[in-house]
T-cell receptor
Framework: DTEVTQTPKHLVMGMTNKKSLKCEQHMGHRAMYWYKQKAKKPPELMFVYSYEKLSINESVPSRFSPECPNSSLLNLHLHALQPEDSALYLC???????????????FGPGTRLTVT | AQTVTQSQPEMSVQEAETVTLSCTYDTSESNYYLFWYKQPPSRQMILVIRQEAYKQQNATENRFSVNFQKAAKSFSLKISDSQLGDTAMYFCAFSNAGGTSYGKLTFGQGTILTVHP
């Protein structure tokens, strides 16, 4: 199983709402990632979790709050977002150092978020 | 810091023909990985091909092959016998091999490839 799933597929939220994005993988990967992608642009890294610990935060505003409850699940909690936060949010996972190669990231289909 | 440059914002090719997408990168690291990812319109990003920097042999995956020139820091993707399903945005990406990088990917700006019937 080389699948990363993300829910919901689409989300429309107001600027005062609180919502969460969910990402799940069952490949035994211990590194998980959140990206933000605008149309016709490359993904921008937001957060990296390694062994369920936040390892990289790319100076993301606090209105985005990541959580890794276990090795298979990654959440992104959203609160008081701005219209410019509208984008495709991608989750990815990868084997960690020490595992056998290769080291590519597997991406989920994304959640298309619209902030009104 | 690493940088990845894709100098071709858009390309087009006729079905069944061959096309080459360019990618150059800059790094001071000696051990790293290079990837080409494909993202069809409104669809999932998938890995096309990977190359480990320590391997001299160019990677191939069916109709996809790379020309990896480590000294020149060049990593081009050749698509042979192009198919309509190859229409997508293609991203070149770099990742350090070291554990402290946590596999962080640096992406190029992407090349939109359109395959015409």
């Amino acid at each position: 199983d080389t699948e990363v799933t993300q829910t919901p597929k689409h989300l429309v939220m107001g600027m005062t709402n609180k919502k969460s994005l969910k990402c799940e993988q069952h490949m035994g990967h211990r590194a998980m990632y959140w990206y933000k992608q605008k149309a016709k642009k490359p993904p921008e890294l937001m957060f990296v979790y390694s062994y369920e610990k936040l390892s990289i935060n790319e100076s993301v505003p606090s209105r985005f709050s990541p959580e890794c409850p276990n090795s298979s699940l990654l959440n992104l909690h959203l609160h008081a977002l701005q219209p410019e936060d509208s984008a495709l949010y991608l989750c990815a996972s990868r084997r960690t150092a020490g595992d056998r190669e290769p080291y590519e990231q597997y991406f989920g289909p994304g959640t298309r978020l619209t902030v009104t | 810091a690493q940088t990845v440059t894709q100098s071709q914002p858009e390309m087009s090719v006729q079905e069944a023909e061959t096309v080459t997408l360019s990618c150059t990168y800059d790094t001071s690291e000696s051990n790293y990985y290079l990837f080409w990812y494909k993202q069809p319109p409104s669809r999932q990003m998938i890995l096309v091909i990977r190359q480990e920097a320590y391997k001299q042999q160019n990677a191939t995956e069916n109709r996809f092959s790379v020309n990896f020139q480590k000294a020149a820091k060049s990593f081009s993707l050749k698509i042979s016998d192009s198919q309509l399903g190859d229409t997508a945005m293609y991203f070149c990406a770099f990742s350090n091999a070291g554990g402290t990088s946590y596999g962080k990917l640096t992406f190029g700006q992407g090349t939109i490839l359109t395959v015409h019937p």
